[in-house]
Structure formats: structure tokens, C-alpha cells
């Protein structure tokens, strides 16, 4: 069973570059195939999300050609098939980005209900209210979401919640509903743009995005597009943490620092410097790390996906700290598995309350998801000795290329296979 091993203690030193937004990809892949024209999307990153995405797109007659590993044309004039469900889609959440693109161009959609991180229980009433307002039937049966409408009209919808999906799949109905859409509490997160800039490039009249009120004014029909996916924005927050963590000193290339602000914001409260430029930011940790408090809000407050970041950084700074997790009940799952490594954390339901401790030790441990996997990665990196670290199929969910991008940064880790390869980088690394 493939696994990372670790050996602690390097400082992270040098440049990293961050790929494209995972988040911001999976929508726009989705809302490609809105079109019968063709579309060219560049700055892809290669992870197993946007894979599986694209061969469920695939398996629906959708054309799609790779060029390099980080462009793809798609073509999406002959699809056969409204009904996405194959074995691999149930598993990512952003299978229910068809729905909102398949019902707009189609009228139709039956997609697999999603899955996903193991983070919560994540509702779609909002999804599903915002369909029926724009006129869809919506049932869910046998593990289908099947929607259904004569023609979709726009409408005024509020959202009781504010969630990115839900604000992403009513925009990408309402783009291809007759009359005018106003979404209201809609999510305001960098992903949102990038896909509402997209939709707008292939003809789309979307106004508001990054604000709570987005307007759309229906097309009857949207044209192809080239377009190049925002960078990531927690790719880049987990390097400026592990370079925290690490006590290092990282650039992290390819990224747009606005998207940063609450990153940084708590980066340098916790006595990191960060030096930001055009596109890039550099975090050096030269000093001992400082408790604080935060809580996990939607965009522009800080992102629920950095919050077991922030908490391995927390577990070594001096003093209590207090992380409050306001977007999913069930996102602290891996303080279990950061207390084999040492740390000092107490959960009380949303709150996790962290005493520091000097250092993390190394142990066998296991990814719960993708953002907890890749904060135990971190600790992992800091900690004194050996870690591995199991079901690391998680992490590769939404991050390319992460232990070769922690290794280019001086980090001890390598994917092992066997016992026998894991003993070897056990003696090669002393
Ligand atoms: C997206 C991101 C995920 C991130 C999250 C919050 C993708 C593929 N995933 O997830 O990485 O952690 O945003 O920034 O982009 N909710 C409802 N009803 C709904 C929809 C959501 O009650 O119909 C609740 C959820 O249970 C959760 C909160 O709203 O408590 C936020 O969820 P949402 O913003 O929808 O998250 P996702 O789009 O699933």
C-alpha cells in the first residue's frame, strides 16, 4: 500500500509553484460542456479530482483531449448520455456540478449523489432550492439527483446558507434560463469568480460575482472559450504554513496574494514574516511561533480547508490557542492522530483548544481527507524521527505532485510501496 514516509526536521527552503485552483477547475470543467463549441482550459492541475471528473465527462460522449498535463480541449456537441454514474463520480463532490450544467444546456440532468471529504454532513437543499426556483423538478431516487424542466426562468433566490456549491450550480442554470436571476448570500470565494469570469467569457451576462448579490441575465446559448484557471489558493496556504511549521524559508510562486489576506493575516500573528510581490509570497519562520485564535468563515474570512493547517501550526506555538470551526461539524478528526505525534488538543465540538508543545514526534499515522491529510504531512515534516503516513490516495484528491514539491524544498519524504522501500529510506535518511 502506497504511503508517504517522512523523516522530520528539515526547515523548508526555497521555491515552490502553485498550480491551478482544484476548486476553481472542477466547475469550469463542468460548465464546459454548457457548450457545443469547443473549449480550451489551460492551468489545470492534475489531481485525482479533476480526473475522475473528466472521465465521468467522458463516459457521457463528452470530447475530451489532454495536451501536456496541465491543458485539455473539450467538446461537448455530441453528448449521448444525461445520466452520470459512473463507479468513481459518487466518490467527489463536485459530481454535482453536472447537475447545474447538464439542467441549463439540457433541460435534464440524473447524477450520482456526491461524496466526497468525510467532513461533515454536507446538505444540497440549497442546490435543490435553487433549481426549483428556477422551475426544475428536482427528486432524489435510487442515489440519483434527477432534475427535470420544461424551460428553466429566472428568479430572486436567497440562500439560507452560504455555500459555494450551491451559489456555483444555480449560477450555472440560471445562465441559460430565460429573465433575469438574482442570487442572494451567494458565496463570495475566489473559485466563484473564476468561474463566473468563465461562464462569462463563453457569453454568459454574470454580474456580482465576489460579492453576496450575484445578477445574471439568460443567454439562449453560450460560444467557446480559451481560458486559464486561477492558482490555488490552499495549495498555496498549506507550503506558507509548512514553511511555519518547518521553521522555513519558502516562496511560494503562482499565486494571487488578495486571495491570501487571511492566511497571511494569521501567519504574521503568529510571528512569521511574509514578504508579498506581484505573484508570489514568501513566509520565513525564523522566530518561536506564537498562540492565537481563529475561526473558519466563508471568503474573505479564514478558509474551512486551512483549518487543520493552521492547527498543526498552533500545537507548536507558545501558549493556548483556539480554533473554531464554523463551516462543517466534523472537521477536527485528525487531532486524534496529531495527538500520536504529541500535541495537546482538546475538541469540544466545534472548538478545538490547543496547548503548544515544543515539537512533534514521528509515528504511523493515517490521511482522514484531503486538507487534514496534508496538515499531518506538515506535522510530519517538523516532527523528531520517522512518520508514515497511510491512505494518502486522500491527498492526492486535490494536491499535484506533493511530496516531490516538499522535496524540491529540502523535505525528507518519499513515497514507498513495500516494507522493503520504506526500509531503505529509513536507512538512507539515518
Ligand atoms: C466547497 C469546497 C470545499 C470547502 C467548502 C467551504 C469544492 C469542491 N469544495 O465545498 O473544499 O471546504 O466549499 O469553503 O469547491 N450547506 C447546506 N446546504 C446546501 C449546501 C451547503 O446546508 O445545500 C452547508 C454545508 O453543510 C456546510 C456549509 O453549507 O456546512 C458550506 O458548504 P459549501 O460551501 O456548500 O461547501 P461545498 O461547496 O460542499
Known amino acids: 500500500m502506497e504511503q508517504y514516509a517522512i523523516k522530520g526536521g528539515n526547515p523548508l527552503v526555497g521555491e515552490v509553484e502553485i498550480g491551478g485552483a482544484k476548486n476553481a477547475a472542477l466547475p ?19 489531481v485525482r479530482d479533476t480526473n475522475v471528473l473528466l472521465s465521468a465527462m467522458s463516459n457521457i460522449g ?27 463520480i459518487k466518490k467527489i463532490r463536485a459530481s454535482y456540478y453536472l447537475i447545474g450544467a447538464l439542467l441549463g444546456k439540457y433541460k435534464h440532468a440524473e447524477v450520482a449523489l456526491p461524496g466526497g471529504c468525510d467532513i461533515g454532513c454536507r446538505a444540497i437543499d440549497q442546490h435543490i432550492k435553487g433549481f426549483r426556483a428556477l422551475g426544475a423538478e428536482v427528486v432524489i431516487e435510487h442515489g440519483l439527483i434527477k432534475t427535470n424542466a420544461e424551460h428553466l426562468k429566472g ?11 450551491a451559489t456555483i450550480n444555480v449560477m450555472m442554470a440560471a445562465v441559460l434560463a430565460e429573465g433575469a436571476t438574482i442570487i442572494e448570500n451567494a458565496a463570495k470565494e ?12 463563453m457569453g454568459a451576462n454574470i454580474k456580482g460575482a465576489g460579492t453576496d448579490v450575484i445578477r ?46 487571511s492566511i497571511t493575516a494569521k501567519l504574521l500573528e503568529i510571528g512569521c514574516e ?57 472537521r477536527f478528526k485528525y487531532v486524534d492522530e496529531l495527538t500520536r505525534m504529541g500535541a495537546n488538543i482538546k475538541v469540544e465540538g466545534n472548538t478545538a483548544i490547543i496547548d503548544g508543545i515544543e515539537r512533534y514526534t514521528g509515528a504511523s ?13 506538515m506535522a510530519a515534516l517538523a516532527a523528531e524521527g520517522f512518520t508514515t503516513v497511510d491512505d494518502i490516495r486522500y491527498i492526492e484528491r486535490g494536491y499535484e505532485d506533493f511530496h516531490l514539491k516538499l ?18 529510506f529509513k536507512l538512507k535518511t539515518g
Open 155 to 165: 428568479n430572486h433566490i436567497y440562500m439560507d446558507v452560504v455555500s459555494v456549491g
Open 365 to 377: 499515522i493515517s490521511a482522514p481527507d484531503l486538507r487534514a491529510g496534508a496538515a499531518l504531512v
Open 274 to 330: 511574509v514578504e508579498e510581490a506581484d505573484d508570489c509570497v514568501r513566509v520565513v519562520a525564523s522566530k518561536p511561533l506564537i498562540h492565537t485564535h481563529v475561526k473558519t468563515l466563508p471568503y474573505p474570512g479564514f478558509p474551512t480547508d486551512m483549518q487543520p493547517q493552521i492547527t498543526v501550526a498552533l500545537a507548536l506555538s507558545k501558549g493556548t490557542s483556539i480554533v473554531t470551526e464554523s463551516i462543517f461539524e466534523n
Open 407 to 424: 522535496q524540491n524544498l529540502g523535505a525528507q519524504i518519499e513515497l514507498v510501496d513495500t516494507e522493503r522501500e520504506l526500509q531503505k
Open 62 to 88: 463528452v470530447m475530451v483531449k489532454r495536451e501536456g498535463r496541465h491543458s485539455v480541449i473539450i467538446n461537448a456537441s455530441q453528448i449521448s448520455n444525461l445520466v452520470v454514474e459512473d463507479e468513481h
Open 190 to 201: 475566489p473559485h466563484v469568480v473564476d468561474l463566473a469570469n468563465f461562464l462569462n467569457s
Open 28 to 46: 469550469i470543467l463542468a460548465a464546459s460542456v454548457m457548450t457545443d463549441d469547443t473549449v480550451y482550459i489551460e492551468n489545470m492541475p492534475d
Open 216 to 261: 445574471i441575465k439568460g443567454v439562449s446559448k453560450l460560444h467557446g472559450s480559451e481560458y486559464a484557471i486561477i492558482p490555488d489558493q490552499i495549495e498555496a496556504g498549506t507550503f506558507m504554513f509548512a514553511a511555519a511549521v518547518t521553521k522555513g524559508d519558502v516562496t511560494v510562486k503562482n499565486v494571487i496574494p488578495k486571495h491570501l489576506e
